[in-house]
C-alpha cells in the first residue's frame, strides 16, 4: 500500500516539501548541537530539562489520547468510529516516533540511549517509560496496518489484529501514567510532587489528542474526498468538551490544595507561573493564555450550537491544543525547575537553535502523519470507487 503515498496533487507534493525543509533545518542545528553540545540551548544547570522534554510530555498525551476512538470502537463496537479508528492510531505512531525523537535531540550523546537497553534497571521509571512507548508504537503500527489492509481486502481483520487493537486500548493509558510518575516521584520538586499529577496528565491527553485528531479529520474532510462521518466528529467533540472540564477542575484542586495549605513550596511554583517571583515572571503571560483559553473552550463547547458547527468547533479544539500544551510544554518545565530547591530563581527560555529543532521535529512527526494518512485516505477512496 505504500505506492499510494508516492502519487498525490500538487498541494500534496507542496505540502510534503515544506515538511522536508523544515525536517532539513531542524537536522542540520542538530547536527551542531551534537558537536558544540546542549550549549547552545536554554538549558543548565538549574533547569536541565527544557523545551525538547516539554514537547515529549505533551506527545506523549496526543499518542495516548487515541485510545479515546479505539476505546469505543473496539470494546463497544461503536460502527461510527469505523471510519476514523486508523486516523488515530496513525497519529499515535506520529506521535510517539516523535516523543522518541525528542528524547534522542534531548542526549547530548545520543549513543547514551543504548544504555537503557545494555544496562536495564527495572526500578528505574525511565526504563518503564521506554518499554511502554515502545510497545504503543508497535502495537499502532501493526493494528493499524493490518486492519487498514484488511479493510481494502474487504474481510474482517485476523482474530489477532482484534486481539492487539484490544491489548493496545488497555495499554495507551500506561504511557502517560508511567512518564507522569517520572515527575510525580522527585520529591525536590514541589510542582510536580502531587499524587494527582497522573490524573491531570490522563485528563489532558484525553483533551489535547481527540481535539488535534478532530482538527485534522476535519482539515482532510474540506480537502479530499474522504469523510469521516458526522456522528463520529460531534462524538469526538463531546469527549473533548467533558475531558476540557475535567483537566480544568483538576488544575483548581492543585490550586486549592497549594494556597488554602499554606505550605511555602507548593505555593512559589504557582506564584512564579502566574504572577512572577522577585521581578522574575517570563511565563506568566504564556499560563495566563493557557488557562483563560481551557476556561474559555470549556465554556464554548457545552453550548449545542457551537459544538454542531464545525468551524467553531475545529477554533475551539485549536484552542484546546495550544492551551493544553503552554500548561503541559513549557509550563510544566518551568513550574518544576523554578523555583530551584534552593529557592533561587533561574529562568529559562529556549533560544533560536534550539526552537528550530523542536520545529524540525515536530515537522518529522507531521511528515510520518501525512504520509500514513495519504495511503489510509486513498485505500478509502479506491474502496469506495
Not at 66 to 92: D, T
Not at 270 to 282: A, D, N, R, W
Not at 352 to 364: H, K, R
Request: with cysteine.
Amino acid at each position: 500500500m505504500f505506492e499510494k503515498a508516492l502519487v498525490g496533487s500538487k498541494r500534496y507534493w507542496t505540502w510534503v516539501a515544506f515538511l522536508l525543509a523544515l525536517t532539513g533545518i531542524g537536522a542540520i542545528l542538530y547536527l551542531w548541537q551534537l558537536k558544540v553540545g546542549l550549549k547552545i540551548t536554554g538549558m543548565g544547570r538549574d533547569v536541565s530539562w527544557g523545551f525538547y522534554i516539554g514537547n515529549f510530555t505533551y506527545l506523549v498525551g496526543i499518542a495516548a489520547g487515541g485510545v479515546m476512538v479505539a476505546l469505543p470502537f473496539y470494546l463497544h463496537n461503536y460502527k461510527a468510529f469505523g471510519r476514523i479508528v486508523v486516523l488515530g492510531e496513525f497519529m499515535a505512531v506520529a506521535a510517539v516516533i516523535m516523543c522518541l525523537s525528542f528524547i534522542i535531540v534531548d542526549l547530548g550523546k545520543p549513543m547514551r540511549a543504548f544504555n537503557v537497553l545494555f544496562h536495564p534497571t527495572p526500578n528505574s521509571i525511565l526504563f518503564w517509560d521506554m518499554v511502554v512507548l515502545n510497545v504503543y508504537l508497535l502495537l499502532n503500527i501493526f493494528v493499524g496496518w493490518n486492519a487498514l489492509q484488511a479493510e481494502r481486502n474487504d474481510v474482517p481483520p485476523p482474530t489477532w489484529v482484534k486481539v492487539l487493537a484490544v491489548f493496545s486500548v488497555a495499554w495507551a493509558p500506561l504511557i502517560h501514567i508511567v512518564t507522569a510518575f517520572i515527575y510525580q516521584g522527585l520529591p525536590g520538586r514541589h510542582y510536580w510532587l502531587t499524587a494527582i499529577m497522573a490524573p491531570r496528565f490522563l485528563a489532558s491527553a484525553f483533551t489535547s489528542g481527540p481535539a488535534l485528531l478532530l482538527v485534522i479529520a476535519l482539515i482532510i474532510k474540506r480537502y479530499t474526498k474522504f469523510d469521516p462521518g458526522e456522528v463520529a466528529i460531534q462524538t469526538i467533540g463531546k469527549i473533548v468538551t467533558y475531558c476540557i472540564i475535567i483537566n480544568v477542575a483538576f488544575f483548581f484542586f492543585e490550586v486549592f490544595t497549594s494556597f488554602y495549605s499554606q505550605i511555602p513550596g507548593h505555593m512559589q511554583h504557582f506564584k512564579y507561573l502566574f504572577f512572577g517571583l522577585e521581578g522574575h515572571g517570563i511565563m506568566a503571560p504564556l499560563m495566563w493564555i493557557s488557562i483563560i483559553g481551557m476556561i474559555t473552550a470549556s465554556i464554548l463547547l457545552v453550548i449545542p450550537g457551537i459544538r454542531r458547527n464545525e468551524t467553531t468547533l475545529a477554533l475551539c479544539c485549536i484552542l484546546v491544543v495550544i492551551s493544553t500544551w503552554l500548561d503541559k510544554g513549557p509550563g510544566l518545565m518551568a513550574g518544576g525547575f523554578i523555583p530551584n530547591p534552593l529557592h533561587e530563581i533561574v529562568e529559562y527560555w529556549p533560544t533560536l537553535p534550539e526552537a528550530l529543532i523542536t520545529l524540525g521535529v515536530w515537522a518529522l512527526g507531521f511528515l510520518i502523519l501525512t504520509v500514513l494518512y495519504k495511503i489510509a485516505i486513498s485505500v478509502h477512496e479506491e474502496i469506495e470507487a
